[in-house]
């Protein structure tokens, strides 16, 4: 008769369990990396440059270079809108203001310098490119398709993705509306510290504030 296996309380596993990292294996990551909008016409110089930016996309890189593998999925987002028209009612109509709220200036126009990725942000690593708002409004990284057409969260699930992580521009804006999408989705979510920049001081606090409460680790670097 084989003896029961006894608790090991120094590791919290049964004696005689083999885990991935004894048996040489490294554990397979559950967790993803959604990288938002980090494009030219978000950073400073841009059509609806966020101030902070650069440096933002500077430290996403060096995130990236330290951490790219313990993500089984890095996906980065672009606004790639139409030339044409207002591209739904996002963008202003001719002769009108842009309110700021439902209507913006024209930004990030597919094949155009604004739309390409800001040059700090080093995109070796990532694996999924998503696009969004072609012809309409979208905010979450959600909303768009991979290169082949594919839903971000058919990505995630296909890799068996449990946990997000959230960084890149604007807090207030499309990085609100991604995490919020995916703690709906049920993934677990944080917003990476020091990996974001938004728009305003008051709106970005009143975003941290809304993802909190939907369950969102916002926990930020302490000064």
Request: proline residues 5%; glycine residues 12%; aromatic residues 4%.
């Amino acid at each position: 008769m084989t003896a029961p296996q006894t608790p090991n309380p120094a590791s919290g596993t049964e004696v005689g369990a083999e885990t991935a990292t004894e048996t040489g294996t490294p554990p397979t990551p559950s967790k993803a990396l959604l990288v938002v909008d980090v494009q030219n016409d978000f950073v400073e110089g841009g059509s609806l440059g966020v101030e902070g930016g650069r440096d933002v996309a500077r430290r996403i890189s060096e995130h990236l270079a330290a951490h790219a593998d313990e993500y089984a999925v890095i996906a980065a987002s672009r606004d790639w809108h139409l030339g044409e028209g207002t591209n739904g009612g996002h963008f202003h109509a001719p002769g009108e203001e842009p309110d700021f709220v439902q209507t913006w200036p024209v930004h990030c126009v597919q094949g155009h310098e604004g739309s390409e990725y800001a040059p700090e942000l080093v995109t070796d690593a990532v694996t999924h490119h998503v696009v969004k708002g072609m012809g309409e409004p979208a905010y979450s990284a959600f909303e768009g398709v991979t290169e082949d057409g594919a839903r971000l969260l058919d990505v995630l699930s296909e890799a068996g993705v449990r946990e997000v992580e959230v960084a890149g521009i604007a807090t207030d804006y499309c990085v609100r509306a991604t995490a919020l999408d995916a703690a709906r989705a049920g993934l677990f979510v944080r917003l990476l510290p020091g990996l974001h920049a938004g728009v305003a001081k008051e709106s970005s606090e009143a975003a941290l504030a809304e993802l909190a409460q939907a369950g969102v680790d916002v926990a930020e670097v302490e000064a």
